[in-house]
């Protein structure tokens, strides 16, 4: 199995920074993992993914979010952080953490990972709110 702690939400202005953070405990000897991610759930919308990465080392962040946030891990997988600059009303959610077995691109992971299925795991979230 596989566990996962958000930490590093909190309350912000326009414009401000937060970097959150994914601590990954795996129990499972032979679980191998296909991609990791950030998906988000603000208010009355349906769940986004924001950025994910897969196991080539390839990334992909949502336009929403292009040059804005950025997505990373350690090299143990370990931890995943997804680092938000200039943020916007816009981006009040709750952000959740993503790790998924199946060995697929960080393209495909950013729409699959808001899917709850099997062969992914969910944290329970962590709330980031941007005041304006």
């Known amino acids: 199995q596989v566990q996962l702690m958000e930490s590093g939400g909190g309350s912000v202005p326009t414009g401000g920074s937060l970097q959150l953070s994914c601590s990954i405990s795996?129990?499972?000897?032979?679980?191998?993992?296909?991609?990791w991610g950030w998906f988000r759930q603000g208010p009355g919308s349906e769940r986004e993914g924001v950025a994910a990465i897969d196991s080539r080392g390839g990334r992909t962040v949502a336009d929403a979010v292009k040059g804005r946030f950025t997505i990373s891990k350690d090299n143990a997988n370990k931890f995943l952080y997804l680092q938000m600059d200039a943020l916007r009303p816009e981006d009040t959610a709750v952000y959740y953490c993503v790790v998924g077995r199946a060995p697929i691109t960080s393209q495909q992971a950013l729409g699959l990972m808001t899917e709850r299925r099997s062969h992914n795991f969910w944290g329970r979230g962590t709330q980031v709110t941007v005041s304006s």
């Open positions: 795996v129990s499972e000897l032979t679980f191998r993992a296909g991609y």
